[in-house]
């Protein structure tokens, strides 16, 4: 049995290396694209998050690039907080991402 697995994994990587055997790659365009931004200047703040629970990306938007896959914060944690908006991002599926700033 560990001699088929072990023939198995050399044959794999013969076909890797020689390009007949394609790897798991992630491609450009399984992201999400940017399509507009537009620069604006207002408070807001966090309601109804017990409910909706919105993730809070760092790095972009969700699914623009690999580090925005999966949220970094719950917005449950940031109920009632207040935040300045600096810029509304539209995704090439139509979702609009906002990119804000806090204190404290």
Known sequence: MVIVK???LIAAAALVTWGL???GES???SYFRIVRTEKTDYNARF???PRRN???YYYG???TRR???TRDASGKNWQHRFVRVSQIATLSNGVKFVK???YG
């Open 6 to 8: 072990k023939v198995m």
């Open 21 to 23: 055997l394609p790897i």
């Open 27 to 29: 491609h450009a365009s």
């Open 47 to 49: 309601v109804s998050q």
């Open 54 to 56: 919105d993730g809070i």
């Open 61 to 63: 938007p969700y699914n």
């Open 67 to 69: 580090s925005a896959t």
């Open 100 to 102: 804000f700033s806090w």
